[in-house]
């Protein structure tokens, strides 16, 4: 899953940033609005979070003018501004939450869970498939009961998997999912990397379409 | 946004008022100047009458004298009446006698009983007395002439003071009728000047009441040179009042935004201690304590605003317009809850309250009911006794009435699992207390569950 943290705060923002590539996300940092509005490969986002007091304007401009431009990720306003009245503006222009900072970690992570899930239309936090199950909080995963140990990259690919299973995933968007801006991309890893975690999963759950990309079997 | 209603200036007349001073004043000066009239004419009448009368019957008097002859046998009598024939009508009040000692004295044929006392003609001058006359006190005048043969003659003549009497009691009584309608029509008029010379202050006093009621927000209208200056000047005090509300709102935000960044900072390196598990007390004793500042200037920044916001005039909230963008926000953020916004159309009202202490006191009550409902939340207006009332309810768990009583303090949380800093309901009653409002919680009864929040808006 990729991200756009858009926040100001230098200190702040690599410490979230941090925290968020350790729960497995691939994490790309905006520190200003003007920064946030230009940046590339929108459609290849799954989330965002997004401060409203930037340095260059407010974020809530910039909240409209996504939701202006279609743009329909899920966008999760992360604020040192507390009031409900900056909350119901924020909600009705577009934002899918909002979360007041300070804010432990473990709630940030479980309100950008679930609105991912329900971008995905699931109910449960825990993503199941196919005998495994992911817990994008806990980041637990096991296979038929069984923990699973998985290095950072392959809880991404996989929690990127059952978010789409029984999809065929193009190894285009397996890429733009899960590296960050500017991380070095090649096709080749995307093929070992797939090639590791069929090993970890079973090579069953994971086919390769020919031409297309990938598909996890439900 | 309806307009809200404009206040009609009041009929009744306050005990302190300027128009009563200006009334009792007018009064009392008209009466005092009427009293004055009335009384100097009917005393100027008086005397001009009685001077008329007097001096009538002295004409009469000397006209007696000249017109009386003594006759062969020495006894007097008038070579022609008198030339007012009133003297011939019998008891007219009008009666003249001549009398010589030795002699009946002659009297007018009006006189057909009683005598005039002779006495009052003792000198040659002119003398006169209100004396018992025919038909009631007369006006007698009286004086002597010799006569031949070293004798004297009497000479009285009388009118009744009734006559006068009359004179000056009809005079009275048409002077009295006229001042009075004179002195109702000054003071009408008086009352219609003081009307619309204080016009400017009722439109003033309309104006400030527009300002009180949320109406606008300054002082409207144009008014006369000596007011003029007194409404410019509370225009840029409220002007400035609002600016200074205004900035210490966005400093008090700042002030937070400037402290929260930071504690997050700090919240994130006791998380990690916590996890590094180096220094597990330290790293929860910070972490409380993160959360305490947090709780604070979430708390102390809600009660600056409402506070601040409380004292402000010429703002206004309108219901139930100002809800749908709450219920709106509310559906999205708790997308898997029914919310349904309930307004009697009776109770669309516009009440001088901040909305943005009004929106903040409701987005408190039914982001709580979003989170504790099982499937539906209800927002409805309603007129009630002593104002307007809003009621969330849900369809949760509820609350026992253990639970009610403590709902209200800070931190106070029922379920650690959900998220929030336990500080929604002490915020909602603080700004409830600051916009003069009651918020109230209650089960709501069985075989029903959930919870009913009801904040009464006076108005």
Redesign the interface.
Known sequence: MRLLLVED?A??GR??GD?LRGAGFAVDLATTRADAEAWPEMEHIDAVVLDL?LPDGSGMDLLRHWRGGRVDTPILILT??????D???G??AG????V??????E?LL??LNALLR?QSGQRESALEAGGIRLDPITREVTLDGAPLQLSRQEFRLLHLFLRRAGHVLPQADIIEHLYELGELRDRNTVEVLVGRLRRKVGTQRITTQRGLGYRFEK | MNAPPRPRPTLAVPWHSLRLRFVLSILLWVSLGIGAIWYSSIRLFERHVEASYHEELEVHLRELARLTRLDAEGAPKLTRPLSDPRYEEPLSGFYWQVSLPGQPPLRSESMTRGALDEGIAHSPNVVHKVLGGPTGPAITYGFTRPAPGGHVLHFVIATDQRHLDRLVRDFTRELTVWLVVLAVTLLATGIAIISFGLRPLDRLAMAISRLRSGGSARLEGRYPAEIEPLVDDLNAFIEQNTEIIARARVQAGNLAHSLRTPLAVITDEAERLAESGQAPEAAAVLLDQARRMGQQIEYQLARARSSAGARLPGTASALPEMLEPIVSAMRRLHRDRTFVLDADPQAAVVLPIDPVDLSELVSILVDNAGKWAASRVVVAVRRAAGGVEISVTDDGPGMTAAQIAEACEIGRRFDEAMPGAGLGLAIAREIARDIGATLSLAALAPPARGLCCRVLLPG
């Open positions: 705060d200190e702040l410490r979230l925290r007091g040192a501004r507390g009031s409900w009245q909350k119901v503006a909600l009705n934002a899918d939450d909002f007041v900072k300070p804010v432990r970690f709630e479980a309100r329900r």
